[in-house]
């Protein structure tokens, strides 16, 4: 699951492959935007420790108990497309902590957008599927999570 880059110059094409990969590193879903300073950012699903160097290229990425848990949320960044950095601390995890105070580990955190507000971060937005209580049992149903990030930003 290597990520590349496609360039054209218009939607329709043709394309030519510009940099593959991008990074080492895998992930999927990226969600990527360019700062005000002229800096690309890159969200994206990942389930693994991206800096452990192991012959197996992706992980089953289901569970609080795997290393979903901890590296579901990727980040990486750039000043010309080209040349990417990974972020060593993962940008979110698969634990969600309510107004309530309530938490929730979900089974699957993937496909990150993010809403913004006056050119500032405000919501982090994943598709999740819960897990049932007490066992790691996949339920059947997925939804979409939004979660504030900015409290600056905006507020629901």
Not at 46 to 53: M, R, T, Y
């Amino acid at each position: 699951l290597h990520m590349g880059i496609a360039l054209a110059s218009s939607w329709q094409g043709p394309y030519r492959k510009w940099k593959q990969p991008l990074f080492p590193q895998q992930g999927e879903d990226p969600y990527v935007w360019q700062s005000e300073r002229g800096y690309w950012h890159m969200l994206m699903h990942g389930c693994k420790d991206p800096f452990e160097h192991s012959k197996e290229s992706w992980c089953f990425s289901v569970g609080p108990l795997s290393e979903q848990a901890k590296y579901c949320g990727r980040f990486a960044y750039s000043s010309n497309l080209k040349d990417w950095h990974f972020s060593p601390p993962p940008a979110y995890n698969s634990t969600v902590t309510y107004r309530t105070g309530a938490r929730e580990t979900f089974l699957r955190r993937e496909r990150p957008q993010i809403i913004f507000i006056g050119g500032e971060p405000a919501f982090l937005i994943t598709g999740v599927q819960p897990q049932h209580k007490g066992s790691r049992r996949v339920v059947a149903y997925t939804y979409t999570l939004i979660q504030p990030i900015n409290t600056k930003a905006g507020s629901l």
